[in-house]
């Protein structure tokens, strides 16, 4: 799939197949065509040419909200006036779920992120730490087929950074769902990913478990 801005292609030629249940991590200095390619991905922006799949269905021409995934942002907004627990039930509040099937999920993400004691807290109430796996409690609580990461640790000091992406790592050995993840950090990547997936200008340049990627001089 490719990606023009008034006619300067900012992604080409990408052409990747990810397996259920993987990580895969995207790669490379700033302005090389990660967030553009997972924002194709995710239906956030039109796609120039190519086709996108997920599962068995061609989702080109769907709605971000019908392609069946979670975006986890860098800065996502928790609302200020919700719970925790109404926070992470929002989403689906929205669509035609059960109540007791939303309290269900609600409370079994709220188990796999270990927040069960903050449910009824205000975001003001939490830590750095504590915001960002409400964040990935909301995604998980749609069991959507594929999670997207969009440098979800990059506003954290390190010490923080390091802690949430064991958590991250550790929700998704839990969770087993496909994760594409993007960020510049190259220990992040090699942290986190079954595959890495290393692009420049716009173009991938390898793609490779971590312990098989060779460096550039
Ligand atoms: P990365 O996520 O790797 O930092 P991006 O996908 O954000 O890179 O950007 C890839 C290229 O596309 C860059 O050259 C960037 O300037 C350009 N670009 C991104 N978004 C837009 C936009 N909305 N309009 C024009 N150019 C854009
Ligand atoms: P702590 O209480 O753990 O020090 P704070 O809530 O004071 O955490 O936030 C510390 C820093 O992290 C602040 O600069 C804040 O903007 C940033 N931050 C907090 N929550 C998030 C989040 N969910 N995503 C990104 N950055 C965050």
Request: net charge neutral; hydrophobic share 40%.
């Amino acid at each position: 799939m490719a990606k023009d801005y008034g006619g300067v292609r900012a992604v080409h030629g990408i052409d990747l197949e990810i397996a259920d249940g993987e990580f895969v991590v995207l790669v490379g200095p700033s302005g090389c065509g990660k967030s553009t390619t997972l924002r194709m991905i995710a239906g956030l922006e039109d796609i120039s040419s190519g086709r996108i799949s997920i599962g068995d269905r061609e989702v080109n021409d769907l709605p971000a909200r019908e392609r069946g995934i979670s975006m986890v942002f860098q800065n996502y907004a928790l609302y200020p006036h919700l719970s925790v627990f109404e926070n992470m039930a929002f989403g689906l509040s929205l669509g035609r779920t059960p109540k007791d099937e939303i309290e269900r999920r609600v409370r079994e993400a709220a188990r796999i992120l270990d927040i069960e004691g903050l449910l009824e807290r205000k975001p003001r109430a939490l830590s750095g730490g504590q915001r960002q796996r409400v964040a990935m409690g909301r995604a998980i609580v749609r069991h959507p087929q594929a999670f997207l990461f969009d440098e979800p640790l990059s506003n954290l000091d390190a010490e923080l950074r390091t802690q949430m992406r064991s958590e991250i790592k550790r929700v998704h050995q839990r969770v087993g769902t496909t994760t594409i993840y993007v960020t510049h950090d190259q220990v992040e990547a090699m942290t986190l990913a079954d595959r890495v997936v290393v692009m420049r200008d716009g173009r991938i340049e390898q793609v490779a478990p971590p312990q098989e990627l060779y460096s550039h001089p």
